[in-house]
């Protein structure tokens, strides 16, 4: 916008942990590459919608505008209101910035469902529904490892893998089992959990 590639418009983030994260952002400067200044600048563009009022109030904004709402592959969060008033809109644009995990809502989206179920009540779908990749903030297993070898949990921590396709899964506690001293088991629970 500053650039005006993109005309101007509103920018409302509606995710009470992203909200949080940008405020420490900003208060720690040192852990990122923007300087003061534009740190501020970026989070002065959008508005944050701090309470459930101030979310719920996002229903009577017109169009053109831009909702930032986070959840684990569209599975629960202030998303799921936003969705139900506007995936039937086909002007409105769902863009995906994260993997989604087969048999999440996320994944029916991507996948070209012409309705989803959001809170037992079938909505249809007439979004343009889109996804840019490499901007999830999930750590790759190279990095996990790298987390679990830096730790300070002693040997016999068993490490329980609970969220993620079942190949990839099972992949992980091979290569943990290998790389590692840990325990590792794949929970019988089954997939996308999040804990």
Known sequence: MADEVIPKMPIYLDSPMAIKVSDIFCEFKAQHRLNTEQCHRMCNVVTYTRSVEESKALAGQTYPHIIIAGSGMATGGRILHHFKRLLGNNKTTVLFTGYQA???RGAKLLEGANAVKIHGEWIPVRAKIDSISGLSGHGDYLE??????DSDLSES???HLVHGDADALDGFRIYLQENTPFTVNVAEY???LQV
């Not at 996990?144 to 070898?149: I, M, N, T």
């Open 157 to 159: 921590t068993q490490i």
């Open 190 to 192: 089954g997939t996308n």
């Open 102 to 104: 087969g048999g999440t």
């Open 144 to 149: 996990l490892c790298q987390w679990l070898k």
